[in-house]
């Protein structure tokens, strides 16, 4: 069952949700990669509400490349990520990168 289109300007490379996370780790978030390298945040029970439209999401920037503020770059240069606790974790071509999770 589909409940909702979202619109980037770069497409989703991957996602993640933390809510299987057992322990501290626990929390209602929806991670979401682009290929540009930019990575989303939004709370999963908003997300996957059909009651909550697109605008009213609280989406936002987990994590942005420091250089890089042009969001319709294609590089492709992330592979990947995971999340757990309050630590992202980035890999792709230049290596392995961590950042902390920003509170909302």
Avoid at 42 to 61: F, I, S, Y
Wanted: negative net charge; contains cysteine.
């Amino acid at each position: 069952k589909k409940i909702r289109t979202l619109e980037f300007k770069s497409p989703v490379k991957q996602v993640m949700s933390c809510r299987h996370h057992e322990g501290d780790a626990e929390t209602d978030k929806i991670y979401i990669l682009l290929w540009n390298g930019m990575l989303y945040k939004c709370t999963g029970a908003m997300l996957m509400d059909p009651e909550v439209a697109n605008d009213a999401l609280d989406l936002k920037v987990a994590v942005m490349e420091e250089d890089d503020e042009d969001e319709d770059d294609d590089k492709g240069e992330y592979k990947g990520f995971c999340v757990f606790g309050k630590k992202i974790c980035i890999y792709g071509n230049d290596g392995l990168f961590t950042a902390d999770v920003k509170d909302d």
